[in-house]
């Protein structure tokens, strides 16, 4: 499933698309764009990007930041870090190895709660001080759809239509 974004100037809806797209969409509406709200469609999480494109990111140096590597702590028994030692590659190589195949096993749509998650986090930033906004949040971790859609109802149009298709497969599983 392809990663999209969808922009926003204030209440209005701008554009949605993968980040080619959204560069070119910032990018028409010139010095507005410092104005808009940019997010992550899977996340719901506000995000930035780079309007220069690809090879403006790609020529930040050399090394890991380059790669998009980024190191984490992982907590695990000793049998599994043995039987990580013994594989091709290493563990780190065989983590991004099995994360991989497990993302690509997984269905294209989010799962009932990542879509709440991602619903809960757009709606946080674009409705946090409307009217509804606590009680829609309880309808959508109680998956009370009706209360939801109700209590959205008088939210800009972009808003409402687009925090209501970030939650709706928190409602259908």
Do not use: C
Not at 4 to 19: K, P, R, S
Not at 25 to 42: C, H, P, T, W
Not at 104 to 120: I, L, N, T
Request: aromatic share 8%; proline share 6%.
């Amino acid at each position: 499933m392809e990663r999209t974004f969808t922009a926003f100037a204030g209440d209005l809806w701008i554009a949605t698309g993968d980040e080619d797209e959204m560069r070119e969409a910032l990018r028409a509406v010139g010095d507005v764009a410092q104005n808009i709200l940019l997010f992550d469609d899977s996340t719901g999480r506000q995000m930035d990007i780079d309007l220069r494109g690809p090879a403006a990111e790609a020529s930040r140096g050399r090394g890991r930041p380059k790669l998009g590597v980024q190191p984490r702590e992982v907590t695990l028994l000793p049998r599994h870090w043995d039987w990580l030692a013994a594989q091709p590659g290493g563990a780190s190589a065989t983590l991004r190895r099995l994360v991989e195949a497990a993302r690509k096993e997984s269905s294209g749509a989010p799962s009932p709660r990542a879509a709440m998650d991602a619903a809960y986090h757009f709606v946080t930033a674009m409705a946090g001080d409307r009217p509804g906004y606590e009680a829609a949040i309880r309808a959508l971790y109680a998956k009370d759809e009706t209360l939801y859609i109700s209590l959205s109802e008088d939210w800009p149009s972009g808003i409402r239509d687009h925090a209501r298709g970030l939650a709706a497969p928190a409602f259908s599983a």
